[in-house]
């Protein structure tokens, strides 16, 4: 992962709720995707590959 992490436009879902609390947040980078948990930022992301994270969110919009 090239950019460091305070470098990467986290997102979260719009239902994650107001709260702020228990969201699951994804960036970009050139090569993969970043998912980290909102309340332990500082754990470090899992780094996985597009097709990896394309196949992911297909498979959580049929859940």
Do not use: F, H, Q, Y
């Not at 107001?18 to 960036?27: F, I, L, P, T, Y």
């Amino acid at each position: 992962m090239e950019a460091t992490e305070n470098e990467l436009m986290w997102r979260k879902s719009s239902r994650s709720g107001s709260n702020g609390g228990d969201c699951v947040e994804a960036a970009s980078t050139p090569d993969a995707v970043a998912i980290r948990d909102s309340k332990s930022p500082g754990d470090g992301p899992l780094l996985i590959n597009r097709e990896e994270a394309r196949a992911l969110s297909e498979r959580i919009k049929v859940l």
